[in-house]
């Protein structure tokens, strides 16, 4: 095992497979060397995928066309910050670009965990005992007023018949969510539910802001290390969480080998907004095109900061008008025949 395993700078990048590498790669170790250490590193069904690509690396293949041959035999995780050394060609500028984007994408999922994990508790609380309701209390009411032949009013009925179909419905919707956490990680599905992602109100416009931030973040430190645009584009894209946001961008590198600007092959694309291939455009036009680009992911983060104010401020009223408007319905539609029953007994 080489002996930057144990150099401090490298402790501190540790969960990092392409930083570690950078790092030996500082130290004049051989492609093989470093990616065998990797497979003792990580070991598991990581390790069979590693070797096999130190056995290309042997055989004389680079590192991307290593990892091009066996990224399939990689965990996903790993996978996807391998690339980002694979894609690039100059870790020292890749990774720094790679792990801020990381640590942006971090502290944002942080931070709307930490926003949405009391709506989310008190949401799933409140399905628990509209079930409970539907199951065991509901049917008690409406055998009473069918004993007594009551005429219900039509807001009765209408609870009556959603607690018959709620508990499917809840259970519909549990599967579901299952279901779209195991697709999330099918490489082919993950964008369609990046895409349905973004078309809900609000946060899908935080996940918007989150990608184009990282997209411009990565684009910026590829650019200004001096590489060209569709090289710069692929290598941004494979440090993407946004998968669909990926896909674009290789389809906006392939446009640009083909001979269009970065910014006129970024505004025929409906997945990049306009002001962000503005910028570009602009950047290219003035020769400063990094700045241009870390001037877009300065303007995407003071939007993601923005609109997790408002969502800070949003949620509690909202929840509380839906739990207070949900509880008020039970009670007025359960009650009221019981008033009228009342009412005629005396």
Request: glycine residues 8%.
């Amino acid at each position: 095992m080489p002996d930057s395993l144990n150099n401090p700078i490298s402790s501190g990048w540790s969960d990092d497979p392409a930083a570690r590498m950078a790092l030996w790669m500082d130290q004049r170790l051989p492609l093989p060397q470093m990616l065998r250490a990797l497979a003792e590193d990580h070991g598991g069904r990581a390790a069979p995928g590693l070797r096999a690509m130190a056995d290309r690396a042997e055989a004389g293949d680079d590192l991307a066309e290593a990892f091009r041959a066996t990224s399939g035999q990689l965990p996903r995780e790993l996978r996807r910050q391998l690339a980002v050394a694979a894609e690039s060609g100059n870790l020292r500028t890749a990774i720094p670009a790679a792990a801020g984007a990381r640590v942006t994408g971090r502290g944002l999922a942080t931070e709307g965990l930490a926003i949405l994990g009391y709506p989310a508790a008190v949401a799933a609380a409140v399905a628990l005992i509209l079930l409970l309701f539907s199951l065991f209390l509901i049917p008690q009411f409406e055998s009473i007023f069918s004993d007594f032949g009551l005429d219900l009013p039509a807001l009765t009925e209408v609870v009556i018949a959603g607690s018959r179909v709620l508990p499917v419905a809840l259970a519909v919707t549990a599967c579901l969510l299952v279901a779209a956490a195991v697709l999330w990680r099918v490489p082919v599905v993950d964008r369609w539910l990046h895409w349905l992602a973004t078309a809900v109100p609000l946060f899908g416009r935080l996940w918007s802001c989150f990608g184009h931030q990282s997209f411009s973040q990565l684009l910026a430190a590829y650019t200004a290390a001096g590489m060209q645009g569709a090289d710069a584009l692929r290598a941004a894209a494979a440090g993407l969480s946004d998968q669909n946001l990926a896909h674009a961008a290789r389809t906006v590198a392939a446009r640009c080998e083909a001979g269009a600007g970065m910014g006129e092959a970024m505004a025929h694309s409906r997945h990049f907004e306009r002001s962000l291939s503005s910028l570009v455009q602009w950047g290219e036009q003035h020769g400063d095109l990094p700045a241009a680009l870390a001037e877009a992911a300065a303007g995407y983060q003071s939007q993601m900061q923005n609109l997790l104010t408002l969502v800070r401020r949003v949620t509690p009223p909202a929840l509380f008008t839906v739990v207070a408007g949900t509880v008020l319905v039970m009670v007025v539609s359960l009650f009221l025949p019981l008033v009228s029953l009342i009412q005629n007994l005396a």
